[in-house]
């Protein structure tokens, strides 16, 4: 029995108590108002609730004494071994074995499937993160936004959204310049533009831009800016693209800053519809000649100019015409993921929009990322000033990386020890869940050869404490994977798998699946089996939404 099947039978319990105690009078409830928790002791049950405290109230009755109906009704549930009211009400709920053990079958059987849940259907979701400018290599902080981000989106996706990956390029505006003549300050070998990039990556791109345009020496230097700064921009984000492929981070909708300021054909750019939309809304003033968003109306701490005086448009033009497309291509609900010092944005972006139209604290979130850090990590010997995503995964490897940057929530300032991170022991976190994973696998291949297959299924046989213990841990991934995708935290994830490694390698040493000696194989063998492979699927599951391998033999 899982917790959606004990919930729904709590739900039967329940409901015609209640309107019995309102004379017929339905109450409304359904299975998602009567939450089921873990126990922390486990002398208390599989499961418990605080049903009865919910609902006393509503149905008139005092708690505990609505909570011993309740208790009675779930007594004669098929697959519940006993009930027991606690303190002021709380029902704990002790599953019988059977009924507990039968989950492993369902695990195997289900697979990659177990745990996707659909509480995030309806919902069609626009995830932006990375979003680097095209102008250098990406660096340690835009590799914990990729980690996090990527493991959002998968967590959202495994609970049924429809979501899109999407990286949005600054490529317009006075860095790309500043870029552009950097890199021809390289090719005429001449010191690097006071407010220039430097950095060896610099001179490697203009090797590229030279051996592509062996002639760009020859062209007038406005022509030479031009042709490098797109030359050596195709370059860059070239190897974004590949850097964030290595880390295993794939992104659905690359989007041009560029497609924003776009007059095609006369026709008005994406940002001069976006100012006159944002005016039909009746949220635009001008004023000192100036074109102006009352942004005040929805919490901003000033109003925003969108056009200056001279006619030019602000970056926060852009940004409207950028949130703005994303509604019109469909996406109800974007999420923007964003580095620390971006905490000015917030406010911007949810006052844009309430000024669009939509509901600030419904259609958009912004999640703040907090800074990185890694003991011991050297600069960037291509950059010079940064520490390069490269260079973090050639030094400590995408799985130790991804799974400690995911490990953490987005808003927590975190700083790595490199030194646990390459242990092969149970202090670093993401060798212990792999580990546990090929442990399942070693189990399975030794059995296979001692005769043990799952040929048998007798689940009333998993009685042991230890399977006990990791048959309620099991129970548990899906609601983890749902909560996780809700509030947009996926180290809730890592550190579920954490625990529920600990609980496989305490059975693993009380339980065995392969006979001891020339002892026959007995169906509690081969039903212990299952709970082994069904453990294996759940951190193979688990690690995949951290877009972390699982390997079978380590």
């Known amino acids: 029995m899982d917790p959606a099947a004990l919930s729904a039978a709590l739900l039967a319990v329940i409901a015609p108590l209640a309107e019995a105690r309102r004379e017929g009078s339905s109450v409304g409830i359904t299975a998602a108002d009567l939450p089921l928790e873990r126990p922390k002791n486990r002398d208390h049950g599989d499961w418990a609730s605080n049903a009865a405290l919910k609902l006393s109230k509503i149905v008139g009755v005092n708690p505990r004494e609505f909570a011993a109906e309740i208790a009675a009704g779930l007594e004669a549930v098929e697959g519940i071994a006993s009930v027991e009211v606690a303190g002021p009400g709380f029902i704990n709920i002790r599953l019988d074995a059977a009924a507990a053990g039968a989950l492993a079958r369902t695990i195997v059987e289900q697979g990659a499937a177990f745990g996707t849940n659909d509480t995030q259907r309806g919902n069609t979701i626009n995830l932006e993160f990375v979003s680097a400018n095209p102008t250098g290599p990406l660096h340690i902080g835009h590799t914990r936004w990729a980690a996090l981000g990527d493991a959002i989106a998968r967590v959202l ?28 300050a390289a090719i005429a070998g001449e010191p690097t533009p006071e407010d220039g990039y430097g950095g060896a990556y610099i001179a490697a791109l203009a090797e590229r831009v030279r051996a592509a345009r062996t002639d760009i020496l020859d062209l007038d230097r406005a022509e030479q800016i031009s042709v490098a700064t797109e030359l050596a921009y195709g370059f860059q984000l070239g190897e974004i693209q590949a850097s964030l492929a290595r880390f295993n981070v794939h992104f659905d909708v690359w989007f041009s800053e560029r497609d924003l300021h776009a007059r095609i054909e006369g026709r008005p750019s994406l940002v001069d519809e976006a100012v006159d939309r944002l005016r039909e809304q009746g949220h635009v003033f001008d004023e000192d000649d100036a074109v102006w968003v009352r942004t005040t109306d929805f919490g901003d701490d000033k109003d925003r100019v969108i056009r200056r005086s001279n006619g030019e448009y602000t970056y926060f033009a852009a940004d409207a015409a950028y949130y703005l497309n994303k509604g019109d291509r469909g996406f109800a609900h974007k999420i923007y993921l964003l580095g620390a010092d971006h905490h000015g944005y917030v406010h911007r972006l949810k006052a844009l929009a309430g000024a669009a139209g939509d509901d600030p604290d419904k259609d958009i979130e912004v999640l703040i990322g907090q800074l990185v850090s890694i003991n011991g990590a050297r600069l960037s010997k291509r950059a010079g000033n940064i520490v390069e995503l490269d260079d973090l995964q050639a030094w400590l490897g995408t799985d130790a990386l991804r799974y400690s940057l995911a490990r953490y929530p987005a808003d927590s300032p975190l700083t790595l020890d490199p030194e646990i991170l390459q242990k092969r022991t149970n202090d670093n976190p993401v060798f212990y ?122």
């Open 157 to 184: 996706l495994a609970s049924g959204a429809t979501l899109v990956r999407e990286f949005y390029i600054n490529d317009a505006g006075a860095q790309m310049e500043r870029f552009g003549r950097s890199v021809v």
């Open 433 to 554: 869940v792999q580990y546990a994973h090929a442990r399942t696998h070693n189990v399975a291949r030794n059995a296979a050869d001692s005769g043990v297959d799952r040929s048998d299924f007798a689940p009333e046989l998993l009685d042991h404490e230890t399977e006990s213990a990791l048959l309620g841990a099991l129970q548990e991934y899906p609601r983890i994977v749902a909560y996780a995708a809700e509030v947009r935290e996926p180290h809730r994830v890592a550190r579920y798998l954490e625990e529920l490694a600990g609980l496989y390698h305490r059975w693993y040493d009380n339980c065995r699946v392969i006979p001891l000696g020339d002892a026959p194989v007995e169906p509690v063998h081969r039903t212990r089996l299952w709970l082994n492979d069904a453990t294996g699927q759940v951190l193979r599951n688990g690690l995949d939404l951290l877009g972390v391998s699982a390997p079978e033999r380590m």
